[in-house]
Nanobody
Framework: QVQLVESGGGLVEAGGSLRLSCAAS????????MAWYRQAPEKQRELVAT???????NYADSVKGRFTCSRDNSKNTVSLQMNSLKPEDTGVYYC???????????????WGQGTQVTVSS
């Protein structure tokens, strides 16, 4: 059974930085695309960044130039370095991954439990 476990959220002042990490536990699988989503209070969940299996990232316009997404395939982890944080970055951040078991010809979507990021003004 695959699980995604996030860490690294917290409270930071505007202009500060935080680093989120997500680790996929389990075995006998291949991780394809990984991503970070966030959900602010009373708003829909939105895509923040994606990263392909070969490490190519893409970002939402709202975070370009401030956030950096990276992954370590040897450790099944994905990270999100968040710099120059703004109050509007506040929300619950979720790790997402598309994962294929090695013995099955299909993929499954997995979500982490979420980690709170709060940016004070």
């Amino acid at each position: 059974q695959v699980q995604l476990v996030e860490s690294g959220g917290g409270l930071v002042e505007a202009g500060g930085s935080l680093r989120l990490s997500c680790a996929a536990s389990g075995s006998h699988f291949t991780i394809k695309t990984m991503a970070w989503y966030r959900q602010a209070p009373e708003k829909q969940r939105e895509l923040v960044a994606t990263i392909t299996s070969d490490g190519s990232p893409n970002y939402a316009d709202s975070v370009k130039g401030r956030f950096t997404c990276s992954r370590d395939n040897s450790k099944n982890t994905v990270s999100l370095q968040m710099n120059s944080l703004k109050p509007e970055d506040t929300g619950v951040y979720y790790c997402y991954a598309i994962i294929s078991p090695v013995d099955k010809d299909r993929s499954y979507q997995y979500w982490g439990q979420g980690t709170q990021v709060t940016v004070s003004s």
